[in-house]
């Protein structure tokens, strides 16, 4: 055959496998078009929420009433809810209005997500502690549809007068292993009851402190300092010391304390009445207590106002506006009272049972829905509406870090509120000069220029011409997966990698040159291993991919020769049910974890008293994340349960690759078997197991899964890994896409340096011994 | 006879090491089981994951048809596997041929190409998410299971080429050179003679390629835009709600997710062993 035409033949071969795969894609295309709506009469509206359950259910029946325009509903995991839209609205593939939380209008205003409802607004039907909550320089920028806020839920057995306030519930006479109150003591959200009872706030209020007409709140600083933040504290930390409240309990663990009746009462919202198992003992709702540390001013919840939100091009039709007042209106919300239990926002909603009526109410399953949207109207009203300032959102996590700073007795109030007050300052995007592009116009343009110079050189040779046209047929094999990689892998890529030196929101961002950079390297100005900077998170990076390489080779290395000898039975069986960590979804083992850790009832707490019982010790079962070595330790597991069979698969595949003469040769020899497994069998495997050591430690380093949800970088982010420290800036410090790109450009470099210096150092050294040689040589 | 004792001994110690690590390996699969057949969990430490007056109301809440009288648990079930299954088609067949010219031809440019695939492993993918959706908005891919399958696809292809240049690379060049004497071209020679040899690496590059995407939830809650295009990942995810979180609802949900991809697992596993071979060469 002649070169030429070889040459064509494989040309046309891969060209023929394109053929196929783009026939594959087009498949791929097919099967997506029957979800394409196909153009009918009027436009539909489109409406997104979060809800679930009972609320989803009533939404739907509230929508099933409207004679308008169809509506098509979507219901949305509530983690992706505000990004999703985000995302969506600017680009025109949102909805025309959604339902979310009051507070987040700051931020969804600022990114021009919202439009004001206009008349979508019914006057005069919404009171003054509800109306401000949706307002931004007083405009309305959505319909109030319900309100949400914390209230007290009384298990009527064990409390059969209501408790005038906290500390009556304290001294409470229960039986033995019954908490008086169960709540999430470590939410910074039920804490901001406390501290509003104190007279405080989480953002500080605007103008001069306690002056008059200030509000709380109304300001972009940190207001979770002071007396009455530290009193607060004080207060929930000795209620948490004395086993008053349940320590470290989160919203799944308060709905199972209440519906055992092994809380008296607990703090919650509405939707604990929607989870409660219906042989929960028999309770009633009431207003939070007051408080006589506080001089018996009363424990004031935060307020969230669910509120319909208008897109700005679905503001702009009039059937959308007409379709809002709709849902919003005295018919509509019924719907949501009735069969989701939701309390209307509307005034015409409050006040239907009060006083004893209420109480007797929840003894009738009829009234008992009525009753208990009575009774969250009534704590509404002594409510204080979330702040919906953008800054809001940046006090949650230093707050919430505080807070279980201190309930775990580790740092007293004041140090750990000093500490909030420094992070909060940190985290907020400070004002940056816009840096001068020209530099890194210059800089690039050189490179660009060098790069060419040096291509055009290459290019000139004349092997390299012949190198090129000998490559041609590899190319007709490479060139597709160029094009979708380039397109769909580098391009994102390397934008991302640009948005490093931008500060801002994404569509609004500012080029600063290598700001993000110094900031992150110089810790932001404080001492370089202080408690959350990058070298502190580097060093917990390097220790964390330590740690589970070597357990995932050990174990891996162990198993894979286990089960590789010969005389073993049931090889298969086994295999197979070591392999299972590695098939089941890692989110849902991560969950599964994350549970068995659980103080007090989980089943690691479980296998310890187990232990103690049999062999009459005295371990102690712990709060898993509240100690840094602990919530390591608990990631680690996780991660080790995760990767290992991985290892061991590799391990079994190196060992079926050893040639048996060389084992036989090393056994005719003398060797003893602990000199056949080190001078043998372990090198040989080293080429096989190398490889996905390296892979596996790239894996690990960046493997965000584990340590978002299991320790979620408890205690205060020292479990924290860099991405999900880059993670952090992006989604939950106010969207710093600039910080949190700059993180994974500085991963990216220490990766890349981490796997490529071994190399260089080693083609470096042979260098040297070569040129010796060479000298002498020449 | 000692020697004999010694192995019964040894033999013993093996499956007790392997029974304590097949113990670690099942109990959280276990406790998920307990958890999602448990009638009613009482909030006490339990040691051994037995399900708690057995129920199977979590499994019929989860799977049951919704509402509105349509099986949408169906329609995602369907969507999971009809993504997955497109990605991984798609993936392999972006990663053949580009791993064949790596494992069989020297060019300008392959040492850059491997270094810069590699390379895309180690940036996170937190910072490349955004200008994603911008791009597929750009094409028009949002909210539509294409654009999805072309995401993972285009995750899944670096890693695929990594193993499957691998697996053509132990495999013999004789053997090629052989069918090409008796008259096949390299293209045919491929097909016919390469491609049956690294079936087990391709099953098994192809189960990785399919679990990557079965198990995502974040770029599908990001992209999709309607329930009936869901994938399961995302419709579990709803469980675990911000304010109130159904566990046993999402252990049930998990099961029934789990278990087509672990049912997958178990077939290809048989391969697993051969298909990892092939990186015995170099990664």
Redesign the interface.
């Given at each position: 055959m002649s070169p030429p035409a070889?040459r064509g033949?494989?040309l046309?071969?891969?060209a023929?496998?394109a053929r196929?795969?783009l026939a594959?894609?087009v498949?791929?295309?097919a099967?997506?078009l029957p979800?394409?709506a196909a153009e009918r009469g009027p436009a539909p509206i489109r409406l997104w929420h979060?809800y679930?359950?009972a609320e989803e259910?009533a939404l739907?029946a509230l929508v099933a009433t409207w004679s308008g325009p169809p509506v098509?509903l979507?219901?949305?995991?509530?983690?992706?809810f505000a990004?999703?839209l985000q995302?969506?609205i600017p680009?025109g593939?949102g909805p025309d209005l959604y339902i979310d939380a009051h507070e987040r209008l700051g931020d969804f205003r600022a990114r021009g997500i919202v439009a004001p409802v206009g008349d979508a607004l019914e006057e005069d039907a919404f009171g003054p502690e509800v109306l401000p909550a949706v307002e931004q320089d007083g405009v309305a920028y959505g319909v109030p549809l319900t309100l949400k806020s914390a209230a007290l839920y009384v298990n009527d057995a064990l409390v059969p007068t209501d408790p005038p306030d906290l500390e009556s519930i304290a001294e409470l006479r229960l039986p033995e292993g019954v908490y008086p109150l169960a709540y999430e003591a470590e939410n910074a959200y039920f804490h901001a009851a406390v501290l509003h009872a104190f007279g405080g706030s989480f953002l500080a209020p605007a103008g001069e402190p306690g002056a008059p007409g200030a509000t709380p709140g109304a300001s972009d600083a940190f207001g979770f300092v002071g007396e009455a933040a530290e009193r607060s504290l004080e207060l929930v930390r000795s209620l948490v010391d004395r086993g008053v409240v349940p320590a470290d309990a989160d919203?799944?663990?308060v709905?199972?304390?209440f519906a055992?009746g092994?809380a008296a009462t607990a703090i919650s919202?509405p939707?604990?009445a929607?989870?409660l198992?219906p042989?929960t003992p028999h309770y009633r709702v009431i207003p939070l207590p007051k408080v006589r540390a506080a001089d018996g001013a009363p424990l004031r919840p935060m307020l969230t106002v669910e509120a319909l939100m208008l897109a700005p091009a679905g503001a702009a039709r009039p059937e959308v506006r007409a379709f809002a007042r709709f849902v919003a209106s005295t018919e509509g919300t019924a719907i949501l009272r009735r069969e989701a239990r939701a309390v209307p926002a509307r005034r015409d909603a409050e006040g239907l049972l009060e006083g004893e009526t209420l109480r007797r109410a929840f003894d009738d399953p009829a009234l008992a829905a009525d009753a208990l949207v009575s009774a969250f109207a009534a704590q509404a009203r002594v409510a204080i509406p979330m702040p919906t300032s953008v800054a809001m959102r940046a006090t949650w996590e230093p707050a919430a870090r505080a807070l279980k700073k201190v309930l775990r007795g580790d740092t007293a109030p004041a140090e750990a509120l000093r500490e909030a007050k420094q992070r909060f300052d940190d985290a907020r995007p400070k004002a940056v000069p816009a840096a001068r592009p020209e530099p890194l116009v210059a800089i690039v343009g050189v490179l660009c220029l060098a790069a060419a110079f040096w291509l055009v050189r290459r290019a000139r040779r004349r092997e390299?011409r012949a190198?090129?046209r000998?490559?041609l047929?590899?190319?007709a094999?490479?060139l597709?997966?160029?094009v979708?990689?380039g397109?769909?892998?580098?391009?994102?890529?390397f934008?991302?990698?640009a948005?490093?030196l931008a500060v801002g929101r994404?569509g609004e961002l500012t080029y600063v040159g290598g700001y993000n950079f110094v900031e992150i390297l110089t810790a932001r100005g404080g001492p370089l291993f202080a408690s959350g900077s990058f070298y502190l998170v580097l060093l917990v990076t390097l220790a964390w991919t330590a740690v589970n390489l070597f357990f995932h080779l050990g174990?891996g290395l162990?198993?894979g020769l286990?089960?590789s000898?010969p005389?073993?039975r049931?090889k298969a069986l086994?295999?197979?049910?070591?392999?299972?960590?590695?098939?089941?979804?890692?989110?849902?083992?991560a969950?599964?974890?994350k549970?068995?850790f659980h103080r007090?009832?989980?089943?690691v707490?479980?296998?310890l008293?187990?232990v103690n019982d049999l062999f009459g010790t005295d371990l102690e079962?712990i709060a898993w994340f509240s100690r840094f070595s602990t919530a390591f330790a608990a990631n680690c597991t996780t991660n080790i349960?995760l990767g290992?069979?991985f290892m061991m698969?590799?391990t079994?595949?190196?060992l079926?690759?050893i040639p048996k003469d060389v084992l036989e040769a090393a056994e005719v020899d003398g060797a003893t078997r602990w000199q056949r497994l080190w001078r043998v069998t372990l090198p040989l495997l080293r080429?096989?197991v190398?490889?996905?050591a390296?892979?596996g430690a790239?894996?690990t380093f960046?493997m965000?899964n584990v340590v978002f949800l299991v320790s979620g970088g408890e205690p205060d982010g020292q479990t924290d890994i860099l991405?999900s420290e880059?993670?952090r800036w992006?989604f939950t410090r106010e969207a710093q896409?600039g910080f949190?790109?700059a993180?994974?450009?500085l991963?990216?470099l220490l990766?890349?340096a981490g796997?490529e210096l071994p190399g260089l150092v080693r083609r470096w050294r042979a260098r040297r011994r070569l040129a010796p040689a060479a000298e002498v040589s020449s | 006879m000692k020697r004999r004792g010694r192995a019964v001994l040894e033999s013993v110690g093996a499956h007790a090491l392997i029974l304590v690590f097949v113990g670690f390996a099942l109990y959280p699969v276990l406790w998920v089981v307990a958890l999602a057949f448990s009638g009613n969990d009482t909030p006490e430490a339990r040691l051994l994951p037995v399900p708690v007056q057995p129920t199977l109301k979590h499994l019929v809440e989860v799977v049951g048809p919704s509402p509105s009288g349509s099986w949408l648990f169906g329609r995602q079930l369907l969507n999971s596997l009809v993504v997955s299954g497109a990605t991984a088609a798609v993936g392999i067949g972006i990663a053949i041929p580009t791993a064949y010219a790596l494992a069989r031809f020297e060019f300008v440019g392959k040492k850059t190409g491997v270094r810069a695939l590699l390379a895309t492993q180690m940036f996170p993918a937190v910072a490349s998410a955004v200008p994603l959706y911008m791009l597929l908005s750009a094409l028009g891919l949002l909210n539509s299971r294409t654009g999805l399958v072309l995401c993972y696809a285009s995750t899944a292809v670096p890693f695929a080429i990594f193993q499957l240049r691998a697996a053509f690379e132990s495999i013999p060049v004789e053997l090629e050179e052989a069918a090409m004497v008796d008259g096949a071209t390299r293209f045919g020679a491929f097909l016919r003679v390469v491609l049956p040899a690294a079936r087990p690496a391709i099953a098994v590059t192809g189960l990785f390629a399919f679990m990557s995407a079965y198990n995502e939830f974040i770029l599908a809650a990001t992209l999709l835009g309607s329930e009936d295009m869901f994938t399961l990942p995302v419709v579990l995810q709803r469980y675990v709600g911000e304010h109130s979180a159904n566990w046993p609802a999402f252990a049930a949900g998990a099961l029934v997710v789990s278990l087509p991809v672990m049912a997958l697992f178990y077939v290809v596993q048989r391969h697993l062993v051969a298909g990892l071979t092939a990186g015995a060469v170099k990664g």
């Open positions: 070889r033949r494989a046309g071969a891969p023929q496998l196929v795969a594959a894609l498949a791929v295309v099967l997506g979800g394409c979060a679930r359950g259910r739907a098509e979507l219901a949305l995991p509530a983690d992706a990004a999703k995302a969506a680009l593939a919203g799944a663990l709905t199972r304390l055992a092994k919202g939707w604990l929607n989870d198992p042989e390299f190198a090129v000998r490559s047929p590899a190319y094999y490479v597709h997966s160029v979708v990689l397109v769909l892998v580098f391009v994102p890529l934008a991302g990698a948005i490093s994404p174990i162990v198993l286990l089960l000898r005389t073993l049931l086994y295999r197979v049910l070591l392999i299972i960590p590695w098939a089941v979804p890692s989110y849902v083992t969950l599964a974890w549970g068995m007090q009832f989980g089943a707490s479980a296998l008293s187990a079962s349960w290992f069979p698969v590799v079994l595949a190196g079926t690759a080429p096989t190398m490889p996905a390296v892979l790239v894996w960046n965000f991405v880059a993670y992006a896409y949190a790109a993180y994974s450009v991963i990216f990766l890349f796997t | -």
